[in-house]
């Protein structure tokens, strides 16, 4: 199938102002700014609001969308599990790990490592982050983003789009720091959910509403829990894999967490970071399901990345038409900004602050400033590579189950159990990293197909890390005294939150809040079971 968009001028005039008001923003607050703090972390002055719709936006890139409509036109619904175990994933993160994080101020994930283990698991945490976020977050999402727009604009020279999309978004990056990323990413989410609904309600007219849908589509495609054999997301794998892989993405990934270390507050981390598990939820409705009315729509689609494409150059009239694709584009450049943001964050803080101890705040800004640009063109560079190789690029995107069950075990043993040290931490890095690559190269490398679901090798990894660190800790001595103090969560940080909860009103007490996001998505998997 080809597509082609013949553009009014006023969607024209829409996707320009968007562009105009994104780098606009990036120059406003890049007045503002003058020190690491300001530019890495907005001041660490941001309220919930935009913490929630900057989480949200980033994690939905353009590729999300494509992604999320074009698997439930082919398997199902069940991609949605994605979506929901990230409100129990934060739920999670909100109660147990957030306060110590934020006790802790630090500017990046790896710098939490490395004050309650040591330098090495900093360093490994640091490159590794480095590594996923350039090679396969930034390029992959410019290249799969500019596919998509020559795709519905066949005219377009992709290699031209990458560049002028990783400018655009570099330029208010550069400009102002996490503070414009964020409040971008606000005006994103909010395009983001405009569109997606517009396109869910113009869908459901053509086909006769929802009664319609659920008479004529298989029940086994609107269904989320699936059989343990199941080729996408079997339930085993749901409770274990999604739930690993959800923790990692959400609660140490400094691509997202970078958002929730700039609150005000923990009060507003929290609320942030509930706020961007509730927004989750409709992604069911405006994201998912849109894909599975398209088969009622467009029936003869071979290849499904062209279902949301189809449905947004089917669909929408002129005007509307300006709007989603603005919220398209956006989402783009969420993801790309967010990473260029993340990655300089991490070379300035980890690495540059710890070669040249001397620099003062306002030179730690000025090295983001040059690392993002640099990330910028390295981005570009790569991008062009990913189409020679793309069976390299597809086992980047699923080296995540082979790379971060670790890291993951060395947070939850780090802020949850005293003994764990930095010798039971550096060993889980090296046993764990060890055992994925044995995984990997066995189960992607030397067979045609996996032998075992990622989502089944996620959680056998972050068992053999957490024996791994917890058998080497107690073999080893206990950590110092500095390495523990304000980094862990006991029962008796929660005894101190109810007596501070207790003089706050029901709506601010985050306790209240995670058990009503809990029930909701119990409610939505449920009516899905």
């Given amino acids: 199938m080809e597509l082609g968009i013949s553009l009014?001028?006023?969607?024209?005039?829409?996707?320009?102002?968007?562009?105009?008001?994104?780098?606009?923003?990036?120059?406003?607050?890049g007045r503002k700014h003058d020190t690491a703090s300001d530019f890495f972390l907005a001041g660490r002055g941001m309220l919930w609001p935009v913490i929630g719709l900057s989480l949200f936006a980033s994690n939905i890139s353009s590729t999300t969308l494509v992604g999320l409509a074009g698997s439930a036109y082919s398997t199902g619904i069940s991609v949605f599990n994605y979506e929901w175990m990230a409100a129990v994933v934060l739920v999670v993160f909100a109660v147990f790990f957030l306060p110590?994080?934020?006790?802790?101020?630090?500017?990046?994930?790896?710098?939490?490592?490395?004050?309650?283990?040591?330098?090495?698991?900093?360093?490994?945490?640091?490159?590794?982050?480095?590594?996923?976020?350039?090679?396969?977050?930034?390029?992959?999402g410019l290249f799969a983003g500019a596919l998509l727009l020559q795709m519905m604009f066949p005219s377009l020279d992709i290699w031209t789009t990458v560049t002028v999309l990783?400018?655009?978004?570099?330029?208010?990056?550069?400009?102002?720091?996490?503070?414009?990323?964020?409040?971008?990413?606000?005006?994103?989410?909010?395009?983001?959910?405009?569109?997606?609904?517009l396109i869910t309600i113009f869908a459901l007219e053509q086909v006769g509403g929802w009664d319609a849908v659920v008479a004529a589509v298989p029940q086994d495609k609107l269904s989320l829990i699936r059989p343990p054999g199941d080729p996408g997301v079997?339930?085993?794998?749901?409770?274990?894999?999604?739930?690993?892989?959800?923790?990692?993405?959400?609660?140490?990934?400094?691509?997202?967490?970078?958002?929730?270390?700039?609150?005000?507050?923990?009060?507003?981390?929290?609320?942030?970071?509930?706020?961007?598990?509730?927004l989750k939820l409709p992604v069911l409705f405006i994201m998912v399901i849109p894909g599975t009315i398209a088969i009622l729509l467009y029936p003869d689609i071979e290849d499904p990345n062209l279902v949301y494409p189809t449905m947004l150059v089917d669909l929408l009239p002129v005007g509307i038409m300006g709007l989603v694709l603005a919220g398209f584009v956006a989402a783009l450049m969420s993801q790309i900004d967010s990473t260029l943001n993340s990655a300089s964050t991490l070379v300035t803080m980890d690495f540059v602050r710890r070669i040249w101890p001397q620099l003062n705040p306002h030179q730690l800004m000025r090295a983001g400033q040059i690392s993002t640009f640099v990330f910028m063109m390295l981005a570009v560079l790569w991008a062009p590579q990913i189409a020679k190789f793309q069976s390299i690029f597809e086992y980047l995107q699923a080296v995540l189950a082979y790379?971060?069950?670790?890291?993951?075990?060395?947070?939850?043993?780090?802020?949850?159990?005293?003994?764990?040290?930095?010798?039971?931490?550096?060993?889980?890095?090296?046993?764990?990293?060890?055992?994925?690559?044995?995984?990997?190269?066995?189960?992607?490398?030397?067979?045609?197909?996996?032998?075992?679901?990622?989502?089944?090798?996620?959680?056998?990894?972050f068992v053999i890390s957490s024996i791994t660190l917890v058998v080497v800790s107690l073999m080893t001595p206990p950590p110092l005294p500095e390495k523990t103090e304000g980094l862990l969560w006991t029962p008796a940080t929660w005894h101190a939150e109810s007596e501070e909860l207790a003089a706050l009103p029901w709506w601010q007490n985050y306790r209240i809040l995670s058990v009503g996001l809990l029930a909701v998505t119990a409610v939505i998997v449920i009516s899905f079971w």
């Fill in 100 to 140: 110590a994080i934020l006790r802790a101020q630090v500017y990046t994930m790896p710098e939490f490592l490395s004050k309650r283990y040591d330098d090495r698991a900093r360093t490994y945490f640091s490159l590794l982050t480095l590594f996923l976020n350039i090679v396969v977050d930034t390029a992959g």
């Fill in 166 to 197: 990783a400018i655009a978004a570099g330029i208010y990056t550069i400009a102002g720091g996490l503070a414009a990323v964020m409040f971008t990413d606000a005006i994103q989410a909010v395009l983001l959910v405009v569109g997606s609904v």
């Fill in 234 to 278: 079997p339930w085993p794998g749901l409770v274990t894999g999604v739930f690993l892989l959800g923790f990692y993405f959400w609660c140490t990934n400094q691509f997202m967490v970078q958002r929730l270390l700039a609150a005000k507050n923990i009060n507003h981390g929290r609320w942030g970071a509930l706020f961007a598990g509730f």
């Fill in 8 to 29: 009014h001028p006023i969607d024209i005039g829409l996707i320009s102002a968007y562009f105009v008001i994104a780098i606009g923003l990036g120059i406003w607050f």
């Fill in 403 to 461: 790379t971060v069950p670790p890291i993951v075990a060395m947070f939850v043993f780090g802020v949850l159990w005293k003994r764990a040290n930095a010798s039971g931490g550096f060993a889980a890095l090296v046993i764990g990293g060890l055992a994925g690559l044995v995984f990997f190269i066995g189960n992607q490398v030397l067979v045609d197909e996996p032998v075992i679901s990622f989502l089944y090798v996620a959680p056998i990894l």
